[in-house]
């Protein structure tokens, strides 16, 4: 048994955290692993998942209706496992339940994760956290519902298996995932490549402002909450644009933008080749993420942001 299922086992009430905007991943393994412990224990133990609102897109995952976003300081798990997170910061509103819980075990991937936990199941060269759950639980309860998930979120890590973070390992689970009779390419086209028309809208608004900065090595734009309602679409709608910005022939990184709150923007990184470290940039502004994909939070107005990033980022590129 491993120490997760030790865990596991020993609890009678458990729930399980993420990370704030749940992607694919985050949303993967906390549902791959509710699947888990339904399938196993049924009912012999109340599991919940709590989540900020994902994208409905991630419904046609078993027990994305149960995601929960209620607050309760009264309520004490006996064990409360976060995953795909690296810092308290990101659990935000459902981090009481972590303080509260009498056990705690961690499962991340993150290379910038500072949650001081006796559990920590950390492995930055885990593509995806997923990955880490597939082997840190008993192989023979995985069903068609925690496939799904486990492959949905290995999946949106990787790229789709072409980022280099996939490993050979990464392809035999898998295999493994794709042997209980998923529908993948069904799970593909409706998380990550379906778009709705005004996503391929606002994407050429966003691609014709794009800026080249420093020499061409970084191509950056952005948007705006005014322009993201006038496309009757929320920030969840957005979350491809940045990976669509890196595939550029000659850039380093792209750099992506948008509103979060009033004159506060996420800025995310993703980068090409191994000369630009993202997750070291994104630490030194008090984000994180991982070497080819992270980010951080500006409060500032967008015509700022790009001399910030001119300023900023000339320092990092000729250290
Ligand atoms: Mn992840």
């Known amino acids: 048994m491993t120490k997760l299922d030790s865990f596991i086992n020993e609890a009678k009430t458990i729930c399980i955290l993420g990370h704030i905007n749940p992607d694919g991943d985050c949303i993967g393994s906390t549902l791959g692993l509710y699947n888990y412990i339904i399938n196993r224990y049924n009912i012999d133990k109340k599991v919940k998942v709590y989540l900020q609102k994902p994208s409905d897109k991630f419904n046609i995952l078993k027990g994305f209706d149960k995601i929960s976003q209620d607050i309760n300081d009264a309520i004490e798990y006996d064990l409360c496992i976060v995953c795909d997170c690296g810092s308290k910061d990101r659990i935000k509103e459902f981090c009481i339940y972590m ?3 009498k056990n705690i ?5 993150h290379e910038t994760n500072d949650i001081v936990c006796e559990n920590l199941i950390l492995d930055s060269l885990a593509p995806a956290s997923c990955e880490l759950v597939y082997k840190n639980i008993d192989k023979s309860f995985i069903n068609r519902d925690v496939a ?3 492959y949905i979120g290995i999946a949106h890590d990787t790229g789709v298996f072409r980022y280099t973070n996939t490993t050979s390992e990464t392809l035999r689970i898998v295999a493994e995932l794709v042997d209980k009779e998923i529908n993948f390419n069904y799970l593909l ?3 990550m490549f379906m778009q709705k028309f005004n996503q391929k809208r606002i994407m050429a608004e966003i691609v014709n402002r794009a ?3 420093l020499d061409g090595k970084v191509l950056f734009s952005y948007t705006n909450d005014e322009e993201v309602k006038k496309f009757s679409l929320d920030n969840r709608d ?6 669509y910005l890196r595939e550029t022939i000659g850039i380093e990184v792209a750099i992506f933008a948008y509103e979060i ?5 996420k800025i995310s990184l993703r980068s090409n080749g191994e000369k630009i470290n993202c997750a070291e940039i994104s630490k030194r502004f008090g984000g994180g993420g991982h070497k080819k994909a992270a980010g951080f939070t500006l409060k500032m107005d967008v015509s700022e942001i790009e001399s910030f990033l001119k300023k900023k980022l000339f ?5």
């Not at 957005?238 to 990976?243: L, P, R, Y």
């Not at 320092?315 to 250290?319: L, R």
């Open 99 to 101: 303080e509260n819980a």
């Open 105 to 109: 075990v961690v499962i991340d991937h």
């Open 148 to 150: 799904e998930c486990l």
């Open 189 to 191: 086209d409706t998380t």
């Open 211 to 213: 800026k080249f900065l």
């Open 238 to 243: 957005i979350d491809i644009v940045v990976g």
């Open 261 to 265: 709150g009033t004159n506060i923007y």
């Open 315 to 319: 320092v990092v590129f000729n250290a």
